[in-house]
Nanobody, 121 residues
Framework: QVQLVESGGGLVQAGGSLRLSCVAS????????MGWYRQAPGKQRDVVAT???????NYADSVKGRFTISRDNAKNVVYLQMNSLKPEDTGVYYC???????????????WGQGTQVTVSS
């Protein structure tokens, strides 16, 4: 019912920048929040940044001051601008949406397939 497609990943040198995009599609009543999570091989999937509706944003301590999460006017696309990238930022970045399918549904989490970000030293 909800599909998330990420794009913008790639290989970049330390200190460089990337901009990730995630498009949400399908039948949804509303999206409460969207976010970005990353997972390195053999590690847990950890939150990078989340944004509630059009405003409130939260960031992992490791990316504060370097990453910016935002949404477009249509409220179905979320971006992650990543600046001053470090090798420890390397991982698969997953888009997440907390959404409900109808006005009577509970909110649930939906995930994209992920996009690889590799930062070389």
């Amino acid at each position: 019912q909800v599909q998330l497609v990420e794009s913008g990943g790639g290989l970049v040198q330390a200190g460089g920048s990337l901009r990730l995009s995630c498009v949400a599609s399908g039948s949804m009543f509303s999206i409460l929040a969207m976010g970005w999570y990353r997972q390195a091989p053999g590690k847990q999937r950890d939150v990078v940044a989340t944004i509630i509706k059009d405003s409130s944003a939260n960031y992992a301590d490791s990316v504060k001051g370097r990453f910016t999460i935002s949404r477009d006017n249509a409220k179905n696309v979320v971006y992650l601008q990543m600046n001053s990238l470090k090798p420890e930022d390397t991982g698969v970045y997953y888009c997440n949406a907390r959404a409900r399918l109808t006005r009577h549904s509970d909110y649930d989490n939906y995930w994209g397939q992920g996009t690889q970000v590799t930062v070389s030293s």
